[in-house]
């Protein structure tokens, strides 16, 4: 069975440019989540979604930040315009449900900001 | 909301010894305790999780026990092996009607051969 896909895996861009990050969940799996990973840290959760709907979006900074789940499969997150402060690891993780359920975590984009 | 506490940060051992990560959490109403292994460049993959009506919980050569009164669970490793090392994080969830985890900031584990 195929794992979480992300791409692109790294992405180097300048301050002020968009960037987008695309995830494929399991097969499935209805909940989708993504993280922000910064280094020496642990996940911290931007937005889930449950099917198409987005729940749990308080940490996501809706002023450059925003993300889609069309069709309720693949999620699309996108910053625009990008910071130096938004250099991380931005992980992609699904799940059959959510309460209590497991986590299936992507590679994870490690986006550059220079 | 939820805090999560790791120690240690960094674990260095010889091949064969045991590793032991502990974790502390803040909110009681938390039950869900799952722990995940990072390797360098790859997400996080659960190995060990337990619910808080059991104590204790093994698989093979890993096992992590739960102290709900004192809010503190562990992960503990035996013969350890260099395939082990990775970074750990434990997490808790289930507090309040949220279910989204709240993660340690991981223990960097090295295990020397």
């Known amino acids: 069975e195929a794992g979480v896909v992300q791409s692109p895996r790294y992405k180097i861009i300048e301050k002020k440019q968009p960037v987008a990050f695309w995830c494929n969940p399991i097969s499935g799996h209805n909940t989708l989540y993504w993280y922000l990973q910064n280094l020496g840290q642990g996940p911290e959760l931007l937005i889930r979604?449950?099917?198409?709907?987005?729940?749990?979006d308080s940490q996501l900074p809706k002023d450059r930040f925003s993300a889609e789940r069309l069709k309720g499969v693949d999620s699309t997150l996108k910053i625009q315009p990008a910071e130096l402060g938004d250099s991380a690891v931005y992980l992609c993780?699904?799940?059959?449900?959510?309460?209590?359920?497991?986590?299936?975590f992507g590679p994870g984009t490690r986006l550059t900001v220079t | 909301g939820e805090n999560v506490e790791q120690h240690p940060s960094t674990l260095s051992v010889q091949e064969g010894d045991s590793a032991v990560i502990k974790c502390t959490y803040s909110d009681s109403a938390s039950n869900y305790f799952p722990w995940y292994k990072q390797e360098l460049g790859k997400g996080p993959q659960l190995i060990i999780d337990?619910?808080?009506?059991?104590g204790e919980k093994k698989d093979q050569r890993i096992a992590v026990t739960l102290n709900k009164t004192a809010k503190h669970f562990s992960l503990h490793i035996t013969e350890t092996q260099p395939e082990d090392s990775a970074v750990y994080f434990c997490?808790?969830?289930?507090?309040?009607?949220?279910?989204?985890?709240?993660f340690g900031r991981g223990t960097s584990l090295i295990v020397h051969p």
């Open positions: 337990i619910r808080s009506n059991v």
């Open positions: 997490a808790a969830s289930g507090s309040g009607g949220s279910y989204i985890p709240t």
């Open positions: 993780a699904s799940s059959l449900g959510v309460a209590g359920a497991v986590q299936y």
């Open positions: 979604y449950e099917n198409e709907e987005a729940v749990d």
